[in-house]
């Protein structure tokens, strides 16, 4: 059973262009996370999302940031007109279900994006 | 203003003795708390966890302590070892919240020397 699976890991990007990280859940999971890790700090909640829905999206930010996690596919985080502070490790976690608030995360591996 | 946080970047220690990390919240209404661990290059990977309702929650070599008046969680891993070595992350939600909206710490490295 492959876990959360994040591409690219690494991504380079020159302001004003767009981000596009994707995020597959593990198997049977259909609830999925964003994360935002700047250097020297903790992961900050972006979004909640199940399929074809937002749940909880009270982290992102207001402009230039979006998510969507559609019935078919991975799910997708979109940044566009990048600028250097967007520069941050992201990371998605997803779980099976949320029968309480207690449901346990699995994470991927990130996706190290970087704004020249 | 920080919900939860760890106050001590990073911790080192001699294999064998015990690692305390620490964490403190402000927000009265978490009331479920976990602690990650995190490798280079790596996602977070859960840990241990422990419900208000409880004060101490062991797995193996782990233990999570709860101290709901002082609003003060600590994790002590004994004996430490070397594959310790990581970011550990404290996370906390609460009443109210879905349980993807975890508030993080900005975690303590962990060294432990052989």
């Known amino acids: 059973n492959a876990g959360v699976m994040q591409n690219p890991r690494h991504l380079v990007r020159r302001r004003g262009q767009e981000a596009r990280l994707r995020c597959s859940p593990m198997?049977?999971?259909?609830?999925v996370y964003w994360y935002r890790q700047l250097p020297e700090e903790g992961l900050k909640f972006m979004v909640y999302?199940?399929?074809?829905?937002?749940?909880?999206e009270s982290g992102m930010p207001k402009e230039r940031f979006s998510a969507e996690f559609p019935k078919e596919g991975p799910s997708i985080l979109r940044i566009q007109q990048v600028v250097r502070g967007d520069s941050a490790a992201y990371f998605c976690?997803?779980?099976?279900?949320?029968?309480?608030?207690?449901?346990?995360?699995?994470f991927g591996p990130g996706t190290r994006l970087t704004v020249l | 203003d920080q919900q939860v946080k760890q106050n001590s970047p990073s911790l080192s220690v001699q294999e064998g003795r015990i690692s305390i990390l620490n964490c403190d919240y402000t927000?009265?209404?978490?009331?479920?708390f976990l602690w990650y661990k995190k490798y280079p290059a790596e996602g977070p990977t859960f840990l241990i966890s422990?419900?208000?309702?409880?004060d101490k929650n062991e797995d193996g070599r782990f233990t999570v302590f709860l101290n709901k008046s002082a609003k003060h969680l600590s994790l002590h891993i004994v004996p430490s070892q070397p594959g310790d070595s990581a970011v550990y992350f404290c996370?906390?939600?609460?009443?109210?919240?879905?349980?993807?909206?975890?508030?993080f710490g900005d975690g303590t490295t962990l060294t432990v020397k052989p």
């Open positions: 999302l199940q399929k074809e829905n937002i749940i909880d």
């Open positions: 976690a997803s779980s099976p279900l949320i029968s309480a608030r207690t449901d346990t995360q699995y």
């Open positions: 996370a906390a939600s609460g009443i109210g919240t879905n349980a993807g909206k975890s508030t």
């Open positions: 422990i419900s208000s309702i409880k």
């Open positions: 927000n009265s209404m978490f009331d479920y």
């Open positions: 198997k049977g999971h259909s609830h």
